[in-house]
């Protein structure tokens, strides 16, 4: 069965350096990865996604995601930090039911 | 270009009592897929629309019920409500014949809480 792990609640930045979120998948077959991120009280926006090709995914926001086959990890960086990309954010990789299948989630905090 | 949007926004209700929830897709767009994030949880898949027709659905009682018009808007059905119904609904539109390639775009929400 498909499935993603975030292993981090929270992640804790300062404002300036850089962020990593991590997120490990687990499925059979060729992986399709997504992120999104939610605001509170408000919906997902997708950030960025990986399907096939580089294994470096650029996305919205100044986000990029690294893909690793090997070590089956899908981790979204961000080069230098803002307050305002507090959030929650979800890796989700895609099921075999064309639905996504999402982690818990990684609260990130980046402090001024 | 309109996004996703939903209705209503927040939702109170009690045990036992029936809900109907709204969705409209994105321009363009065919497939709408509901999920269900519970408090401090990933949103969870509870069926996906095509065609006016289930296609796909999750791990969610018959209580859960859809529906999709010829417009591809959607609408979300919950019966004999419970307190754990007691969620964020989510309702994301996606174009089918991209296959698996697909990004799904999700709207705002609909809050319900059940007492």
């Known amino acids: 069965a498909q499935s993603v792990a975030q292993p981090e609640d929270q992640v804790n930045v300062a404002e300036g350096n850089p962020l990593t979120v991590k997120c490990t998948y687990s499925?059979?077959?060729?992986?399709?990865l997504f992120w999104y991120v939610q605001y509170p009280n408000r919906g997902l926006q997708f950030l960025l996604k990986?399907?096939?090709?580089?294994?470096l995914v650029k996305g919205s926001y100044g986000f990029e995601a690294e893909f690793n086959k090997s070590q089956t990890s899908f981790h979204l960086k961000k080069p230098s930090a803002l307050v305002s990309d507090s959030a929650l954010y979800f890796c989700a990789v895609r099921g075999s039911q064309g639905n996504l299948i999402f982690g818990k989630g990684t609260k990130l905090s980046v402090k001024p | 270009d309109a996004g996703v949007t939903q209705s209503p926004t927040h939702l109170i209700k009690t045990r036992g009592q029936q809900v109907t929830l709204r969705c409209s897709p994105k321009s363009g767009h065919d497939t709408v897929s509901w999920y269900q994030q519970a408090l401090g949880q990933g949103p969870q898949f509870i069926f996906q629309y095509y065609e006016e027709e289930e296609r796909q659905r999750g791990n969610f009682p018959d209580r859960f019920s859809g529906h999709q018009f010829p417009n591809y808007s959607s609408e979300l059905n919950v019966n004999a409500l419970l307190l754990g119904d007691s969620a964020l609904y989510l309702c994301a539109s996606s174009i089918l014949t991209s296959g698996r390639r697909d990004t799904q775009y999700f709207g705002p929400g609909t809050r319900l809480t059940v007492l």
């Open positions: 499925v059979s077959g060729n992986p399709y």
């Open positions: 990986y399907i096939t090709g580089d294994n």
